[in-house]
């Protein structure tokens, strides 16, 4: 059963910091790229930051300097470490798992940035 879990979202003011995780079972995560989306109210969901398999990555530029990406792949597990977070982060966030075709998402965790 392929399960993608983000923990780590919640409340913070601005200029904050937050780290969101995601955690994988159920596939062969070190041949994945992995991935983060966000979707605020009323907007599409986004990509924010993404990590081929080989730790190759790649940031939105609202994000770039701010956000960094990366993953464990003895953990299974992607990490977004978010810094000097301002109002317009506020988002769910979810992540992703791609490979030729085959996609897999997580169920979302809140991300609120607000004094």
């Known amino acids: 059963q392929v399960q993608l879990v983000e923990s780590g979202g919640g409340l913070v003011q601005p200029g904050g910091s937050l780290r969101l995780a995601c955690a994988a079972s159920g596939f062969t995560f070190s041949r994945f790229a992995m991935s983060w989306y966000r979707q605020a109210p009323g907007k599409e969901r986004e990509p924010v930051a993404a990590?081929?398999?080989?730790?190759?990555?790649a940031y939105a530029d609202s994000v770039k300097d701010r956000f960094s990406i990366s993953r464990d792949n003895a953990k299974n597990t992607m990490i977004l470490q978010m810094n000097s977070l301002k109002p317009e982060d506020t988002a769910v966030y979810y992540c992703?798992?791609?490979?030729?075709?085959?996609?897999?998402w997580g169920q979302g965790t809140q991300v609120t940035v607000s004094s």
């Open positions: 990590i081929t398999s080989t730790g190759g990555t």
């Open positions: 992703k798992a791609a490979l030729s075709g085959i996609v897999y």
